[in-house]
């Protein structure tokens, strides 16, 4: 195996595995802020989303993708082909909401001199898309007689998780400490 193929895979894996893992101390830690069992006023997985895409790109999409299923077992084996949408959902929006940001604030590739606001772009930006992508979804399948009901805690949980994240001065290479 080569290296690139190595690293590639760690990345996808990492990506899979801290997913999982702020998926379930969400639910541990934040559960009262639920209003569904997948829409919580502060969701910390967003984070680990915007994360991933930005330090390993589409093997990160690739990790999220796979942590997603693997926090709905029950729906993956009870209508695969929802959960796959799902999975799809909580992952590729993530990546082009990212490179929006990125290339609208001019930000390098290696992400070098990112600020503050850089960060709280991202975040917003990564509640804006999942939440819109989400909610499109659940209104196509008519599952709720309120669809737009969960945007607005979806948005505010995926903003207030990633913000909250990101802005505990994660280490960018070439951002000063």
């Known amino acids: 195996m080569s290296k690139l193929a190595g690293a590639w895979g760690w990345a996808a894996t990492s990506s899979a595995l801290a997913y999982v893992a702020f998926y379930l101390l ?5 559960s009262t802020f639920a209003v569904t069992e997948n829409i919580a006023w502060i969701f910390l997985p967003a984070a680990i989303r915007m994360v991933a895409v930005l330090l390993a ?3 990160g999409v690739v990790g ?9 077992i029950p729906t993956l ?3 695969p082909a929802h959960a796959l949408i799902l999975a799809t959902l909580s ?6 909401a990212a490179r929006l940001v990125l290339w609208l604030r001019g930000i390098p590739g290696d992400l070098a001199g990112m600020t503050g606001r850089d960060l709280l772009s991202l975040g917003l930006a990564g509640g804006l898309v999942s939440s819109t992508v989400h909610t499109l979804y ?6 709720s007689l309120e669809p737009l009901a969960g945007l607005v805690p ?7 998780g ?12 070439g951002r000063d400490a």
Request: glycine share 8%; proline share 4%; hydrophobic share 65%.
């Open 91 to 96: 992952s590729v929006p993530s990546f082009y």
């Open 138 to 143: 659940f209104m196509l399948r008519a599952e």
């Open 162 to 173: 990633t913000v909250a994240m990101l802005l505990r001065r994660i280490r960018v290479p």
């Open 154 to 160: 979806m948005f505010v949980g995926d903003a207030i």
């Open 77 to 79: 084996l009870a209508d």
């Open 26 to 30: 969400n639910g541990w830690l934040f």
């Open 64 to 72: 999220l993708f796979v942590g997603s299923l693997a926090v709905i």
């Open 57 to 59: 790109g589409w093997a």
